[in-house]
């Protein structure tokens, strides 16, 4: 199942929830512009079990990651610089407190800047912030494969956070070996790496970016390397407001999120 897929098959669960909690509570209301984002998270009521919020839809409708169906494997962001991306990664490691039983859902994260995630490293979620040239941060990768089984018959997932992929360039062999299984074989292990790159520096003959079908992109100001990334004509990049709002391809064609800024 594609993430398009998935993303519509949340949201319809995430309405059926509501209509049973809320029976005569109107629908959320659509809005122009980005939303308020604390004040539409806070109507929304429980989310459905097991799936990670990634940002509001310009109708105000969550935009969720299903951690039950690994289907649509590694997810890559891409944009220019300053368009968001370690906003979007630090988004997703503050929802992971939205779960009701503690270790439901962990991360860490491996990044050239560890300063700009030092705030996040108490997080009671939070299983580490990793320097990408230190070998602390291949140790980590090691780990995960180690716990591979034991996440596939339980309900835990990790979230494995690279923050800047395109700048880890002294990964040795054995590291960069242990990524391409996660990337491989994660999602199906609960294991759910996140990536980002730049948009100028992506490569898409890099070894693993065949493996990223899921897709989501920040504000990229030149027009060309937009089309070159989404060949959607709707999917234009430069219109994304950088630092709160992504697109991705769903089946209904291009849709905008925000995150929480």
Same mark, same amino acid.
């Given at each position: ?60 409708? =969550? ?8 289907? =649509? ?61 230190? =070998? ?126």
């Amino acid at each position: 199942m594609a993430i398009s897929e998935q993303i519509q098959l949340a949201l319809q669960a995430y309405q059926e929830v509501k209509a049973e909690l809320h029976p005569t509570e109107p629908a959320v209301k659509p809005f122009r512009g980005l939303p308020d984002f604390d004040e539409v998270v806070a109507g929304l009521g429980p989310l459905p079990q097991e799936s990670l919020l990634m940002g509001l839809a310009n109708d105000g409708l =969550p935009v969720l990651l299903d951690l039950v169906d690994p289907a =649509p494997g590694p997810i890559l962001v891409i944009g220019e610089g300053g368009s968001g991306k370690t906003a979007f990664l630090q988004s997703l490691a503050r929802h992971t407190d939205q779960f009701n039983t503690p270790g439901d859902i962990q991360f860490g994260t491996i990044t050239p800047f560890p300063e700009e995630w030092a705030h996040l490293e108490t997080l009671p979620s939070c299983l580490g912030i990793w320097p990408d040239t230190h =070998p602390s941060a291949g140790e980590f990768l090691m780990r995960l494969i180690g716990w591979a089984d034991v996440l596939t018959v339980g309900k835990q997932n990790v979230l494995l956070l690279l923050d800047g992929l395109d700048l880890m360039t002294e990964f040795t062999r054995e590291t960069r070996r242990d990524l391409l299984w996660l990337f491989m074989h994660g999602t199906e292990r609960h294991i759910w790496p996140v990536v980002t790159v730049n948009a100028r520096r992506y490569n898409e003959k890099a070894p693993g970016m065949d493996l990223f079908h899921t897709r989501i992109f920040g504000h990229v100001g030149q027009y060309h390397i937009g089309r070159s990334l989404v060949p959607d004509p709707h999917a234009d990049l430069t219109a994304l407001q950088s630092g709160t709002q992504f697109g991705l391809q769903s089946q209904d064609g291009w849709l905008r999120f925000s995150i929480h800024p």
